[in-house]
T-cell receptor, first 114, second 115 residues
């Protein structure tokens, strides 16, 4: 079985500060890992994904995430927060085989203050 | 181009009513997924279609939930005799490859409120 834990239901940062959103996964098989962003009343948008190539993955809007197998982590970072980054962020895990059913974490709401 | 669309965007149903939620995937996308997102939670898998074939429905919470995709394009999620615990946002996602092994594009969701 696969699962994802996101630490912190809310994270607050100031504009220009480092963004760090934490995600730990559990998987009995090599995982595919994803970060999605959800703006109010909108669907989820893919930020980035890890599919066993490079462990440091760069995504859209300046976000990146590093896959650390030893720590079973896939934390999302951005060097400098922008007001437009305020949204809900979801980490998800999928498998290498079979159809790509995604298992999501409970989400982290990012708040950005001026 | 057009993304995944869902209708209605909002639905209020009285307990015991039947509802039908529609998903229009991106044209040509083979894979289609339904997810349920309860308030304050992440999306949870309900069911998966490859073209018109429903290959997995293990996430459907009860036999009151039924999904179809008869022509391999538009999909409908039907909930019979709605209960309060069915209140959630229902998300549809489509993907261009079989088994969804490419990016899943999500629709805006249908927010169902059962009173």
């Amino acid at each position: 079985a696969q699962s994802v834990t996101q630490l912190g239901s809310h994270v607050s940062v100031s504009e220009g500060a480092l963004v760090l959103l934490r995600c730990n996964y559990s998987s009995s098989v090599p995982p595919y890992l994803f970060w999605y962003v959800q703006y109010p009343n909108q669907g989820l948008q893919l930020l980035l994904k890890y599919t066993s190539a490079a462990t440091l993955v760069k995504g859209i809007n300046g976000f990146e995430a590093e896959f650390k197998k030893s720590e079973t982590s896939f934390h999302l970072t951005k060097p400098s927060a922008h007001m437009s980054d305020a949204a809900e962020y979801f980490c998800a895990v999928g498998g290498h085989t079979g159809f790509q059913k995604l298992v999501f974490g409970t989400g982290t709401r990012l708040l950005v203050s001026p | 181009g057009a993304g995944v669309s869902q209708s209605p965007r909002y639905k209020v149903a009285k307990r015991g009513q039947d509802v039908a939620l529609r998903c229009d995937p991106i044209s040509g996308h083979v894979s289609l997924f339904w997810y349920q997102q309860a308030l304050g939670q992440g999306p949870e898998f309900l069911t998966y279609f490859q073209n018109e074939a429903q290959l997995d429905k293990s996430g459907l919470p009860s036999d009151r939930f039924f999904a179809e995709r008869p022509e391999g394009s538009v999909s409908t999620l039907k909930i019979q005799r709605t209960q309060q615990e069915d209140s959630a946002v229902y998300l549809c996602a489509s993907s261009s490859l079989e088994q969804g092994r490419s990016e899943q594009y999500f629709g805006p969701g249908t927010r169902l409120t059962v009173t």
